[in-house]
């Protein structure tokens, strides 16, 4: 196998480790990257643009929910996503693979399963621990799908905005922080609407909010 460039996002440095050995022995070659934090690890992406594969924990600092998977997605569409978490209900491990990401690994796996895992994501198929139906919540999984496929269409600087809006912030604030005018944040929220399908930012807001763990 060629040489792979991979992302492990975590913030703890014991299953990193870990992570790592099982990246190590499913490729030949591979330089392993590793991140504590969503914000650190966007700026690896930037500096690696080679990278192709990422873990990310669904808990780590900067990723509320699956706001982390989506922002790689509509950011980085060519980067596969390996979730890993302790929090494995089947209920979560669907809405991973709904939201697009490529499989959900639970912490509790040993290393010859994240081994196997990671071969199979990298052949371009979804992996899941055993036992775990895809079809459980047909309906569930178009709703998924759907703000999934509409969030993908979003600009990387509209998806930003949308996330200000679900955090209550008015234009003035979010033209301040991205250090735009608000005229522009006023094209972006617009262009949002128009692409979620809703009336208005509160709506925007808690279309958002979906991606987040109650």
């Known amino acids: 196998m060629s040489k792979a460039t991979v992302a492990i996002a975590d913030d703890h440095p014991l299953f990193r480790t870990a992570l790592k050995q099982a990246v190590i022995q499913s490729l030949d070659t591979v330089d392993i990257l590793e991140a504590e934090n969503v914000d650190s690890l966007f700026e690896l992406i930037e500096q690696n643009p080679q990278l192709e594969l990422v873990f990310l924990d669904l808990h780590m ?19 596969l996503v390996i979730m890993v978490s302790s929090d494995d209900t089947p209920e979560i491990m669907q809405k991973a693979i709904n939201f697009g990401a490529a499989a959900f690994i639970p912490k509790s796996a040993d290393l010859s399963v994240i081994a196997s895992a990671v071969q199979q994501v990298l052949q371009g ?3 899941l621990p055993e036992g775990i139906d895809l079809t459980a919540n047909n309906q569930e999984l178009e709703v998924h799908k759907q703000l999934a496929k ?9 998806y930003i905005v949308l996330s200000q809006i679900a955090d209550g912030q008015l234009n003035k604030q979010i033209a301040y922080d991205l250090d735009i005018k608000e005229t522009t944040v006023k094209k972006h929220v617009s262009a949002i609407l128009l692409k979620l399908e809703v009336t208005n930012r509160t709506m925007a807001g808690l ?3 979906q991606l987040k763990l109650s």
Request: glycine content about 8%.
């Open 207 to 209: 279309v958002f909010q």
């Open 125 to 127: 198929e979804i992996w």
């Open 61 to 79: 600092p900067g990723n509320d929910g699956f706001t982390g998977l989506t922002r790689l997605q509509n950011h980085h569409p060519d980067i």
């Open 150 to 158: 509409q969030l993908a269409q979003l600009t990387p600087q509209q």
